[in-house]
């Protein structure tokens, strides 16, 4: 069974940092583009980070960019996002998500990933 479980999330102050990583199981993802969205209730999917087959590229959504870093690391099939300065309106469900093999390069329409994860709450407060 192919899954990809987050973790890593909890509650922490405005300006503080959290590292969410990602594995997968079931499977090598060493040759998908992998991702980051995050989805608050009643609101579509947001995307927030993407990259890269080999890590060699990534691409931020703009409310993130210089805040947040994707990277991954294909011995360990894992993907992470380090956020740092977070704000309270970072709170929301955080997803990993990984597209098809051999889709290597990154996208960031969440209709592009053909694997997700459950899943984890970052909530920032003020």
């Known amino acids: 069974q192919v899954q990809l479980v987050e973790s890593g999330g909890g509650l922490v102050q405005a300006g503080g940092s959290l590292r969410l990583s990602c594995v997968g199981s079931?499977?090598?993802?060493?040759?998908?583009?992998m991702g980051w969205f995050r989805q608050a209730p009643g609101k579509e999917r947001e995307f927030v980070a993407t990259?890269?087959?080999?890590?060699?590229?990534?691409d931020y959504a703009d409310s993130v960019k210089g805040r947040f870093t994707i990277s991954r690391d294909n011995t360990k099939n894992t993907v992470a996002l380090q956020m740092n300065s977070l704000k309270p309106e970072d709170t929301t469900v955080y997803y990993c998500?990984?597209?098809?093999?051999?889709?290597?390069?990154?996208?960031?329409?969440?209709?592009?990933?053909?694997?997700w994860g459950q899943g984890t709450q970052v909530t920032v407060s003020s």
């Open positions: 998500a990984a597209r098809m093999e051999y889709y290597r390069n990154y996208a960031i329409r969440a209709t592009d990933y053909a694997y």
């Open positions: 990259i890269t087959w080999s890590g060699a590229r990534a």
């Open positions: 079931g499977r090598t993802f060493s040759n998908n583009a």
